[in-house]
């Protein structure tokens, strides 16, 4: 959680006049006697909720649900907006599926917020003013789980991005830095490569911060940005990218802050929000009492401010930083220097609860004033735009011969017809015909663009591009006339221009 000392705190009431009901599971492991302690933690500072607790994780797995979740389970799920998770086993083995994947797409958990924090010198960082927020997108990208194999030799995995879950997890991201007293907002993303998938990701960045002119915001390509995360993390405040780069920076921040054992997690929806601890369910010292319950107490504390109780969270966050400083550590955190008491876990836990009241003396405290509000985000629908067909790429699975690309393309300039014409192949992305180079390596896949034979190189909104109108009867014929040869068409995209703009990328060398 952020520690924010630019937010005066104003009156607010420490907690709502009626509970909070919210879902728990406590999950495999330690879950159990890190959510006892949590819950018996967030009794005694004042929290008001009411929890009903589902079954999760290795034993519902075992019973035959594919999932690791109860079909009577989901029904709980909905009913509450919060859902605070203990760390699950999935068992080895084929045929399961991640709970946490299952979870976050059927309940639409668009973004995934991770806060990285260095506790220093209490837990050993290099960064000691380490403070980061890793805002994720957790529902795009190549995590769609489309996946094909197209050719012997040929496997692919859709990449698709949004406008609107660009704008959402955008959005998102400037709004928890106005909630949460940050000043700078960070996009990462490959866009000098991926121009349209990750180039809509920064367009949107840009477009949305133009409405939050307090808050600082940048770009950088995500190679050299992960690369000064592991260098200088001090420099960055809230980052927001797409679902692998997040799902890796938030890993590497996590581990650089020396935090993966104390952080927390969110995964927030529109109507639902799943928080849980970033580690997992530690079997190795399952059941021995000595497990540290701070990540899921600041995954605790996110849900709180999530559910409007941001005041009951900043006092469990300033007793545990206290804790911290008093030296009262589990075993996990055990150092020669700064360690005077070695808790098991009930010790530690009441340890917190003696300090419930307290600041830290040394490490910053936390300050969530009455800004760390729920976030809510409304997209608006994007309308219709201009959309002309101008070509199709029609993908070939060819292994003729001696793979002759000059072959190949001869014979796609007998097929294409008299509306249209073989713009070039590619291979791997790479042009191979006309005029390619006898170096280039080829598959067995390869990627064929026509385009209409009225077709001319013309300038654009966004470059240089081929444009004359193509109907999807010439596409569809041409499909029968490839089948007729007997070349085995994989798949097809079609080439359009949209509100004027080349909606497809060149291939290289074209
Ligand atoms: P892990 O995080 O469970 O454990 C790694 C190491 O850290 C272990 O030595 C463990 O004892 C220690 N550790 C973890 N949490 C601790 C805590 N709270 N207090 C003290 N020590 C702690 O990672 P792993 O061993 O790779 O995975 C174990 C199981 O957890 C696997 O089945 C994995 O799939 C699962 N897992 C679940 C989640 C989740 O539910 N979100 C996340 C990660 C891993």
Known sequence: MHLNTSLEPKVQPLTPELPTRITIASGDGIGREIMDATLSLLDAAGAQLEYEEIEIG??????????????????????????????????????????????????????????????????????????????????????????????????????????????????YAFEYARAYG???????????????????FHKVFDEVAQEYPDIQSEHYIIDIGAALLAARPEQFDVIVTLN????????????????????????????????????????????????NPSGLIHAACMMLTHVGQPRVAERVLNA???????????????????????????????????????EPRKLKPAVLGDNAQPIEIKVKPYLAASKQLV???????????????????????????KNLKLKMITNRGVKVYPNGFPETFCTDHWRCRFVSVDSRVKPLGNGMAITAP?????????????????????????????????????????
């Open 58 to 171: 290795k034993e519902v797995y075992l019973k035959g649900n594919s999932s690791g979740i109860s079909p009577e389970a989901w029904e709980v799920l909905r009913r509450n907006s919060a859902f605070l998770k203990g760390p699950i086993t999935t068992p080895q083995g084929g045929g399961y599926k991640s709970l946490n994947v299952t979870i976050r797409k059927a309940m639409g958990l668009y973004a995934n917020v991770r806060p990285c924090q260095a506790y220093t010198p209490y837990v050993d960082s290099n960064f000691p003013e380490m403070d980061l927020v890793v805002v994720r997108e957790n529902e795009e990208d190549l995590y769609a789980g489309i996946e094909h194999q197209q050719t012997t030799e040929v496997v692919q995995c859709l990449k698709l991005v949004s406008r609107p879950g660009c704008e959402r997890i955008v959005r």
């Open 182 to 200: 940050r000043h700078k907002v960070t996009c990462m993303t490959k866009d000098n490569i991926m121009k349209h998938t990750d180039g809509l």
């Open 244 to 291: 692998l780069y997040g799902d890796i920076i938030s890993d590497i921040t996590a581990q650089v802050a020396g935090s993966v054992g104390l952080g927390g997690s969110a995964n927030i929806g529109d109507t639902i929000a799943m928080f849980e601890a970033i580690h997992g369910s530690a079997p190795d010292i399952a059941g021995k009492g000595i497990a």
């Open 320 to 358: 545990l930083l206290r804790t911290l400083e008093d030296g009262i550590h589990t075993a996990d955190l055990y150092n020669e220097a700064y360690t005077r008491f070695r808790a098991s876990t009930q010790e530690f836990t009441q340890a917190v609860i003696e300090r419930l009241g307290q």
């Open 391 to 417: 070509g199709v790429d029609v993908f070939l699975d060819w292994s003729a011969g001696q793979r002759d690309p000059n072959e190949l393309g001869q014979a796609l300039e007998r097929i294409a017809g």
């Open 470 to 510: 193509v109907s999807y009867d010439e596409v569809v014929a041409l499909l029968q006339r490839l089948a007729n040869e007997g070349l085995n068409f994989i798949k097809t995209e079609n080439l359009y221009e949209i509100n004027g703009e080349r909606a497809y990328s060149l291939g290289q060398g074209e």
